[in-house]
């Protein structure tokens, strides 16, 4: 296998490659995280909250992470004000782009959750004060507040429960109880994730007009297209902005032979100085910075002198 044919296939598989990596960084990040961080406070209700807020929040921080990263969540929500009026048939590819910014977001979350529960380390804090005591008989003759409050203390080894002797053994079984739950939610978890998944992706390919040649092809032109305007949009870009900084100092970079350069005036300074926003929105042709605004409102007047009279000192 060629070096071509490598680099080929890695180019196709990317977002696969993209999304496998998502994952394996999200597990680390779960394992150091609940490693370094998580410590359960063997409290009833407290735990439950502290629980669910270690299986909660960082999820919800990789899911908005996962729209923000994502360029397609701007271009869709710049469209709604700046692009064209959306018909029926442009809502529903509105809709298709959306749930394809949400696969794509929620990798990391999903990931986040499955091994949280396959871990169970927050699950049994969260859930321990839940387990139910009616085959351990030494609960009997106690209330449902100390009930609560024993059971709480169960994720915590070193934490010692007087109020019952030899309570280890009721201790681990609570414990594994606790772990079975856990981890077939998450087995659960991953097994509707991924028949979601495949029908994601199954779904849209049977109802689509093109064949699968044809598919291959349109996406083939997005991802040409995309690349060619992004290098047209860099080099169209800087002609346009060094034809506004020639008029700002006489010269470009680019020029073999500087015969003379111009000497900004105060003013000049003090027009382009500052914070570039956009003006004049309302026309076609806008003015993208300071710079700009003074290359098309100003004179090229001012004072010119020549190369050779500027000495540079070594």
Known sequence: MTTSNILSFFKDKQKTILHSMIVLVTVFGQQTFSFFAFSCPCKPTVNQYYGLAFFGVPALVLLILGYVINGLTWKLIMS??????????????????????????????????????????????????????????VFENISLREQKDILARFPCPKVSIKEIKNISEIRNEGNRILLFQSQVA????????????????????????????HLSYWAQYLENEECLFQETVKKHSQLYALKHIKKFFGFIPEEKQVQKIRLPVREDWRMISGINVFTKLEQDSCQYSLLHTWAEESSAGGRYIPVDDVVFEA
């Open 80 to 137: 709604f004000r700046n692009g064209p009026n959306l018909k029926h048939r442009d809502f529903n590819l509105t809709c298709y782009v959306l749930c394809s910014i949400t696969g794509s977001a929620i990798v990391a979350p999903i990931t986040w959750l499955a091994v949280t529960l396959l871990n169970g380390l927050y699950y049994q804090c969260g859930m321990s004060e839940f387990l139910s005591v009616d085959s351990w008989k």
């Open 186 to 213: 998450g087995w659960i978890l991953i097994a509707c994730v991924t028949m979601v998944a495949f029908l994601t992706l199954c779904i849209p390919r049977y109802f689509s007009p093109l064949s699968f040649l």
